[in-house]
């Protein structure tokens, strides 16, 4: 029980080293390691405490020892009191970053006033504290992938690419290509992946419905969270928007013909497996997105978010990792032999190739 001595008096030396690094200017790794001293301490003296209890014999050999530890101790505390002092204290850094199958939405609002609280709400990980070093994983498990066609099969998309298969051209591709962009919804203003903002030494956090809380200075966590998602149905407009050689491919075969470009399901398939994780998971439609960060007069809101740290010196990375099950390439190829043959009996049947231009009449002039 003796060695508990220099463990303690250790400890007071961290908190006079603390003490003396805090000087006008001092980094915030600093204030941080000045709080985790005078932790370390109090932690470290309470454990003789309650050994002296249990073994009355060796009190009298310690109690002199921690009695000049304890007059020791009391003006290193009121000097480091007195440096921490509130208007001293360096500011908080919130750090948000968005799960990898979603993008956080920023609205800044009532920018002017000074944010006294942060509450986040169905968020991954939650960090409160300083010097902390958090490693937030995202693990998806796909169990299947198919092709999805059904964007194809709205009426004026459907013309533009029944023209396109009759006759490949970069024109009616462009055509085909503008088609698409238009019936694509407009990304929200303010997407990001990540968001950060210095915050008042005293903002509260509130954090409700998060998988992990973790409130300690110093500490390393890793964070993971699973996603199950049993289809990433892939868009056949997406492929065909970005790439000559399946039209080309795709042509031939609806024709009956042979083409260099090859064969359009091994084109779907390497395009496919050629999809980055971020990409691959657009088409999961039944992941739940929304993640956003929501500035209000005094509030800061985030929800959805992958993971959220409050405090100074923290460091904060976030990677993803997306497993495809083994049977979900025979799916695939399933779904596209499916797909194309529906697709091909829906050109045969769709109005023959034309100027979709002239679809829509001049300017001034009204058709009954």
């Not at 007071?12 to 390691?33: M, Q």
């Not at 303010?190 to 915050?199: F, H, P, Q, S, T």
């Not at 407009?237 to 083409?259: C, I, K, P």
């Not at 923290?314 to 779904?335: E, F, I, M, Q």
Request: glycine share 8%.
């Amino acid at each position: 029980m003796v060695k508990d001595v220099p463990e303690a008096t250790a400890a007071v030396k961290k908190v006079d080293v603390a003490a003396h690094k805090l000087r006008p200017g001092a980094p915030p790794e600093a204030f941080g390691a000045a709080v985790q001293a005078v932790g370390a301490l109090g932690r470290t003296l309470a454990d003789p405490v309650r050994l002296l209890r249990e073994s009355p014999a060796a009190r009298s050999r310690i109690e002199a020892g921690f009695q000049k530890l304890v007059e020791q101790i009391g003006p290193r505390l009121d000097g480091l009191d007195e440096a921490l002092k509130l208007h001293d204290l360096p500011p908080l850094r919130l750090q948000v970053v968005a799960p990898a199958h979603d993008r956080l939405v920023v609205w800044e609002a009532w920018g002017r006033a000074e944010p006294r609280r942060v509450t986040t709400t169905d968020t991954g990980a939650v960090v409160q504290a300083n010097n902390c070093r958090l490693e937030a994983e995202e693990h998806y498990r796909v169990r299947r992938i198919s092709l999805d066609c059904e964007p194809l099969y709205r009426p004026a998309v459907l013309d533009a690419f029944a023209a396109m298969m009759a006759d490949p051209s970069r024109a009616n591709h462009e055509a085909f290509r503008s088609l698409v962009a238009a019936g694509r919804p407009e990304p929200a203003a303010g997407e990001v992946r990540e968001y950060g903002r210095d915050l008042a030494p005293t903002t509260a956090l509130i954090a409700d419905g998060a998988d992990v809380v973790a409130q300690g200075d110093g500490t390393r966590l890793t964070s993971t969270t699973c996603y199950h998602v049993e289809e990433a149905a892939i868009a056949l407009t997406d492929l065909l928007v970005d790439n000559r050689e399946l039209v080309e491919a795709m042509a031939a075969q609806f024709a009956g013909r042979s083409s260099a470009a090859g064969d359009p399901l091994r084109i779907i398939r390497g395009m496919v497996a050629g999809l980055g994780d971020s990409d691959l998971l657009t088409y999961a439609d039944e992941l739940q997105r929304g993640a956003e960060v929501t500035r209000n007069v005094f509030d800061i809101g985030v929800n959805l978010a992958g993971a959220v740290m409050v405090g100074y010196g923290n460091k904060l990375s976030h990677t993803s990792r997306v497993d495809v099950s083994w049977s979900a390439g025979h799916a695939l190829k399933t779904s596209i032999g499916k797909s194309l043959t529906g697709l091909r009996q829906a050109v045969a049947g769709a109005r023959p190739q034309r100027d979709l231009d002239a679809e829509i009449p001049p300017p001034g002039r009204f058709e009954r």
